[in-house]
């Protein structure tokens, strides 16, 4: 949108600063995984015990039923969804560590809207999450796990993967504006890490869960997102919630977390 004189108007030209300061964050944040590939080893490791020994077991007791699919079909789309769980939920820890070093200060600065600073940090969690989709379809590969390879699923898979990531660092980006201390914030992480995961469908049927489990799933946008990866990833299982639901829901409750962390993202310097 130009004015009478041809040049942009003001808003405009705001929009586009920050669509270009998030995108430098992206582009910055990726960069650091380019340069430090042994990072991608070091995550394959919790999919893989994951998979290979509990799903294994599990699947030979029989211990779970699952209905017509095999428990490591089942499990394998919420394997993935806690990978990108693990990983998201402790991003806010670069956070208090760019501060200290004074990069955060530098950033702050600049005239982007806050909101752009925090969206790029949630966009390059949700695309430093991908790796974790590619490890997990290696190996679901190699333990003969049914999935689905048609292109709007692989595509879904990956759209989920990346707004999941997105929805969890915001979280932890807001955590991490809260409590300031480095050793506090990997405790508290560690605290919700565990029950997003098990009050979820990730592990098990939400109808073998409790009355009151049931109603905490409800409200755990991890249960979406497994659902959404479950009905992608793996021949003949449906979405419990409809696909729209599922993403539907991931993106609002991301919209709510980026306001929240937009709002309080200065106070990581104090």
Not at 182 to 193: A, K
Request: hydrophobic share 55%.
């Amino acid at each position: 949108m130009l004015s009478k004189r041809g040049t942009r108007s003001p808003i405009v030209g705001k929009w586009i600063l920050g669509i270009q300061q998030t995108l430098a964050i992206v582009e910055a944040d990726v960069r650091k995984l380019r340069h430090d590939p042994s990072e991608i080893f070091t995550r394959m490791l919790q999919p893989v015990i994951w998979l290979l020994i509990f799903g294994q077991a599990m699947a030979k007791a029989v211990a779970i039923p699952t209905g017509a699919t095999s428990y490591l079909n089942y499990i394998a789309p919420g394997i993935l969804a806690q990978s990108v769980l693990f990983i998201a939920i402790f991003y806010g820890v670069a956070l208090i560590w760019e501060r200290d070093l004074g990069v955060v200060h530098k950033i702050l600065v600049t005239p982007a809207p806050r909101i752009a600073l925090v969206a790029g940090r949630g966009i390059a969690a949700g695309l430093r999450s991908l790796s974790q989709l590619v490890v997990i379809y290696a190996l679901s590969f190699v333990l003969r796990i049914d999935l689905r390879l048609d292109l709007p699923g692989l595509l879904g898979v990956a759209a989920m993967v990346v707004l999941s990531g997105a929805l969890f660092a915001t979280f932890s980006l807001i955590i991490a504006c809260i409590v300031k201390k480095r050793e506090r914030f990997m405790g508290i992480g560690q605290v919700l890490t565990m029950p997003l995961f098990f009050a979820s469908n990730a592990l098990y049927p939400i109808e073998r869960m409790p009355d009151w489990l049931q109603t905490v799933s409800a409200f755990n946008p991890m249960t979406y997102q497994v659902d959404a990866l479950r009905a992608l990833m793996i021949h003949g299982e449906g979405s419990r919630f409809r696909l729209g639901m599922d993403f539907g829901i991931g993106a609002a409750v991301l919209g709510i977390l980026l306001l929240i962390a937009a709002r309080i993202y200065p106070k990581i310097l104090y």
